[in-house]
Structures are given as C-alpha cells and as structure tokens.
C-alpha cells in the first residue's frame, strides 16, 4: 500500500524559513514533488524532482526554494526561505509510481506565512 506522508508546516513570519518533508513508501518512485492550493484558487505545482535528480520550479519560487530527495530512503524534502504571505497555502506531496505511472498525493501540510 503506497503512503506518502508529510511533516513540517507550520506558522512562520515574512523572510522565514521552513522545511517540508514527505516519506513515501509501498513502492518504487520515479518524479516526486510538491504542489500547493491557496483558498479559493487552484493546486499548483511548486517544485518537481527526478529521481536523476533533475528539478523543476514554479517561477515564483525559483531562488527561494530547494527541492531535494534521497533515492534510498524514498524521501523528498522542500527547503522554503524568504518566505511571503502569498506563499500561504496547504502543500501537498506528489509521487508517480515507476510501475503503471500512478499518481499519489500525501495529505497536506498548511504553510502560513502571517506576522
């Protein structure tokens, strides 16, 4: 059974920092990333990792945020800096199984970023 599972939101101020983690396993993964879905708008991806480790970031994040992963323990971490209010939103992890190209989503972690 596959299970993606987050950790690390959180309330931060404006300029700071936080570090999203998700631990997926039951199977073998090949792109693994992270979207995120503001109230009243719709998900949107936010950064996407190969397992090659080739990235791909949303512009309004580019500088700011880093994607990274460990192959070996199935994990795909967000590091978040310069945080600003406009980045508040839950975030989701995303993996597609190699076998069968299937999607799965973790259950969301709240950002919010808020003096």
């Known amino acids: 059974q596959v299970q993606l599972v987050e950790s690390g939101g959180g309330l931060v101020q404006p300029g700071g920092s936080l570090r999203l983690s998700c631990a997926a396993s039951g199977s073998f993964f090949g792109r693994m990333g992270w979207y995120r879905q503001a109230p009243g708008k719709q998900r949107e991806l936010v950064a996407t990792i190969t397992r090659d480790r080739s990235t791909n970031y949303a512009d309004s994040v580019k500088g700011r945020f880093t994607i990274s992963r460990d192959n070996a323990k199935n994990t795909v971490d967000l590091q978040m800096t310069s945080l600003k209010p406009e980045d508040t939103a839950v975030y989701y992890c995303?993996?597609?199984?190699?076998?069968?190209?299937?999607?799965?989503w973790g259950q969301g972690t709240q950002v919010t970023v808020s003096s």
């Open positions: 995303h993996a597609r199984r190699i076998a069968g190209d299937l999607d799965y």
